[in-house]
């Protein structure tokens, strides 16, 4: 059930990043993006979330 929620979350937040603009289309992430990414997930953060605090503007 984990993986499957994570295989579902991980595909909203690729399309979140393409519509932000952050990756394009075939974007393949390294392993350290991986494994940001299960952290995220397992933090609850949306996919949306997650795109920003990978992609976006570092304060």
């Known amino acids: 059930m984990y993986e499957q929620g994570l295989d579902q979350w991980t595909r909203a937040w ?3 990043a393409i519509e932000a ?3 394009r289309p075939h974007y393949h ?3 350290a993006t991986m494994r940001r990414l299960r952290g995220y997930f397992g933090a609850g ?3 949306f979330e997650a795109a920003q605090a ?3 503007r570092k304060h």
């Open 45 to 47: 953060l949306s996919p």
């Open 21 to 23: 603009g952050f990756i």
């Open 14 to 16: 690729y399309g979140e």
């Open 29 to 31: 992430p390294d392993p």
């Open 54 to 56: 990978c992609f976006g």
